[in-house]
């Protein structure tokens, strides 16, 4: 048995689980943001709550995060959480809970979610890919994620935008980033990227569900942001999917809630990618629990089998 945990800035939801199949998770915790202490209090009530129903004790604590770790100084970088932020967090909370624990970056459980009991299942390389607050990813080759530290997958960061998209071409700005840089995809293809995209093309403020149901009436307006948005995501997302021959491309975040972009998008991205599919490849996530408990599950879990192995 292990307790897994999915931490955001506002919530922490934690649950036992057994198997990946099997997860019972708790009622959702305050994330006290400002507060080690009463951070680590917060996890350890869920683990003496997991122990008490289990009979048992956790073998692991699993974690997934939205943030990063440094591999080279193995500190946290999670902006939106100051108390955990710049801490080396896996040597931390494993001094204070007494238990070995494994972090992760969200979007890298939400796709090993995916690849283990998700839409992906099947499929021996996996690229989930976040459409939401945030444009962001992760790789699974074989049911085993590339690398842990949160770093790689994150497609959306980098200055690749183009400067010109749509049929026919406008010019469109590159757009600060929250990571620094300028002309990111995040940037621009997240729900609020959507929104400045439409403001840029239109000079009209709307929000991301506002353009989306629009569009999905046949508005003129929207249908152009669509185009636009659709051809600036699709060309690097052509070159994930050349570059690491995943099959199949699950997608997690708000956007993904909308069918008909995601055809609309895996249409654009089949007609630019050297491989030919004859079914789409961009599908919606599947996980019924949450992907990111499920994620941390599974990492727990093949970390437990092979101490038990040891």
């Known amino acids: 048995m292990i307790v897994c945990f999915d931490i955001g800035g506002t919530a922490i939801k934690g649950a036992l689980a057994t198997n990946p199949e099997d997860i019972r998770p708790f009622p959702r915790k305050p994330t006290p943001i400002h507060d080690f202490d009463a951070f680590v209090a917060t996890l350890a009530s869920v683990i003496a709550e997991a122990e008490a129903i289990a009979g048992e004790r956790a073998a692991c604590i699993a974690i997934s995060i939205a943030g990063v770790i440094d591999p080279d100084t193995s500190n946290a970088v999670v902006a939106n959480i100051p108390c955990i932020h710049g801490r080396p967090l896996q040597a931390d909370l494993e001094a204070a809970l007494g238990l070995p624990v494994i972090v992760a970056n969200d979007a890298d459980c939400f796709v090993l979610a995916e690849a283990g009991i998700g839409a992906a299942r099947g499929h021996r390389v996996v690229f989930g890919v976040i459409l ?22 994150e497609w959306g960061h980098g200055p690749i935008q183009p400067t010109e998209a749509g049929t026919p071409p406008i010019h469109v700005p590159r757009f600060q980033c929250g990571c620094g840089q300028i002309g990111c995809i995040d940037a621009i293809c997240s729900a609020r990227g959507l929104e400045k995209l439409h403001k840029h093309i239109h ?7 506002e353009i989306i149901a629009d569009w999905l009436t046949g508005d003129t307006k929207a249908e152009r942001t669509i185009d636009v948005y659709v051809d600036i995501l ?15 491309l699950p997608v997690g975040g708000g956007l993904s809630n909308v069918p008909e972009l995601l055809t609309r998008i895996d249409k654009a ?42």
């Open 269 to 310: 991205l089949r007609a630019r990618i050297l491989r030919k599919f004859g079914n789409p490849i961009v599908v919606p996530a599947a996980c019924r629990v949450e992907p990111g408990l499920v994620g941390a599950a599974i990492l727990g879990l093949d970390f437990a089998k092979d101490h038990r192995e040891d």
């Open 132 to 153: 939401g607050t945030g444009v962001g990813g992760g790789l699974v080759i074989d049911g085993k994620l590339i690398n842990e530290s949160g770093f790689a997958g």
């Open 203 to 209: 000079a009209e403020q709307l929000t991301s569900e």
């Open 234 to 248: 699709t060309d690097p997302l052509s070159v994930v999917v050349n570059v690491t021959g995943t099959t199949i």
